[in-house]
């Protein structure tokens, strides 16, 4: 079964400044999906970022990108120039088969950022 | 307007009570999910269905009946409620298990199971 490991509970960045949240996950497949979720207050999951992992290269969206190592099972996401409107929960999530069986869609335990003033 | 909503907002019910969450969406779609989080889980899928009457299990779905007569509602119904299914619910929706496309949640339900 896939897992999504996010090792930091809770961050905290000043404004403008860069802050880089990590996850890993295990897999057997070689073709799945990866994104960032972003939640905020209002308890929204927001899309922030996705990456193929067939692609080599890092995904990027404006302010956001993430470092996919396919072989390390690494998927961080950095956030440049931080905003206050980047405070929230952010979530790692897994999306590819299932074990021979369907797909499945696995979520990390997920990080709260902080950006301060 | 077009989009997934989810109701009620918040619950508040007694355990052993029948309870139903209801999911609808504007778009089509032809899956949808139910999540529920709970702090240090992040989301885990309950069930999930790929096209009206046709539905499959999650990682969690022992407590809990779904059903998809119409492609754009899928309630979830908890048939005897219990403390541990106290959480955040939320519906999401894709129009289809590639990858590339967006999955869109809803806002959530909050429950709380006395």
Known sequence: AQTVTQSQPEMSVQEAETVTLSCTYDTSESNYYLFWYKQPP???????????????????????????????????????????????????????????????????????????P | DAGITQSPRYKITETGRQVTLMCHQ?????YMFWYRQDLGHGLRLIYYSAAADITDKGEVPDGY??????????????????????SVYFCASRRSLAGADTQYFGPGTRLTVL
């Not at chain 1, 929204?44 to 072989?71: C, G, P």
């Not at chain 2, 504007?26 to 032809?30: Q, R």
């Open chain 2, 65 to 86: 009946v779904v059903s998809r007569s119409k492609t754009e509602n899928f309630p979830l119904t908890l048939e005897s409620a219990t403390r541990s299914q106290t």
């Open chain 1, 42 to 116: 209002s308890r929204q999951m927001i899309l922030v970022i996705r990456q193929e992992a067939y692609k080599q290269q890092n995904a990027t969206e404006n302010r956001f990108s993430v470092n996919f190592q396919k072989a390390a099972k690494s998927f961080s996401l950095k956030i440049s120039d931080s905003q206050l409107g980047d405070t929230a929960m952010y979530f790692c999530a897994f999306f590819g088969p299932r074990d021979n069986y369907g797909q499945n869609f696995v979520f990390g335990p997920g990080t709260r950022l902080s950006v301060l």
């Open chain 2, 26 to 30: 504007t778009w089509s779609h032809s």
